[in-house]
């Protein structure tokens, strides 16, 4: 049964993107057939994790959302993007695929949806279309920061929402506001993962603390990494750093999703 | 005092339903109204050609037993859309068209008018 995976947070800046392209990645090294769309409409990003440049985007979200193409024409499978290799070998190739569904890059573009709205009606249809289109095992819906309508829908359609969030006072207080909403909408699986947490803290009272804050289970609590951070986007971290300890965590993560 | 869901509210528009619906309407229903719409909204066939109560009936797991007053109720309150003539009406939900505004917009647009003013 396929299943519809949101990843959110309150705040901008968590690792959302970063956590999304990771999880996909690790699923589709798992052999699963996962699609990705960026619903980030006014601020997208996770095409450059993937390695997809605009000219190699003949139609995105965008597109659809004006009635241009069918969803499933939006769809790049970007799988050959991440095989990683170091020192000429191939470390990982995934068994599975992973399919991205970009948001339109072009000013003009942005502007346009920002200006006019869209139909939300139409989303909704989109990422069920897409599931059966692509015989998808899993779509994951990487949103737009804070709640707003796709947000908001993502939340509400999914079998599993990931609320990413930093060891922060302004981020505690944004995630319990996503947390309410989201056991409003009936969301059958909520996990939070605390991310870039200084190595000074004690991550098993973090964690701890979260769970009693949010009555929610801390999924993981991901280290802040030097590696991620001098990848600079240039790539799935997962993909480059397949035994690295953030990589295992994220791995449990993605097992526990499809259990 | 407003509560965090009345000033989300605000930021997503007003409470009339005759536009359509946002998931946040739909999280403030009773219990069995929220589980029928929240239930539309993930189900396949309910959200692209719509579903008759016949079917939503048969496929959703526990449905409440008066299931046909819910649905005339919330189609006629502007929840759900009703699309074909009875008895195979068939029902989905009625989603609020986003809004477009001044806010980020803005700044896109002097963006896109800088970059590409013969556009």
Sequence with gaps: MSRIISVHSFRGGTGKSNTTANLATLL????YRVGVIDTDIQSPGIHVLFGLHEEDMKYSLNDYLWGKCEIQDTAHDITKNLGSTVSGQVLVIPKGQVFLIPSSIKVGEIARVLREG?????????FHDLVEKLELD?????THPGLNEETLLSISISDALIIVMRPDQQDYQGTGVTVEVARKLDVPRMYLLVNKAPTILDFADVKAKAEEIYN??????????????ALASNGVFVAQFPEHPITIKLRNLARKLME | MPGIFDRLQAELGDDDNSGGVTPLDIADLPEAERRIMLWMLRDRMATGDGITIGTLN?????????????IERLARDGWLISLGEPPNTRYKVNLRRKRGGATGFGLWSIVAD????ND
């Design chain 1, 28 to 31: 589709a090294m798992d052999g």
């Design chain 1, 118 to 126: 869209y139909d939300v009606g139409l989303l909704n249809d989109g």
């Design chain 1, 216 to 229: 929610c289970e801390v999924a993981a609590v991901l280290p802040h990494s030097d590696e991620m951070m």
């Design chain 2, 58 to 70: 048969e496929r959703m797991p526990s449905a409440p037993g008066d299931i046909l007053a819910i």
């Design chain 2, 114 to 117: 800088r970059l590409n003013p």
């Design chain 1, 138 to 142: 899993v779509l994951m819906i990487d």
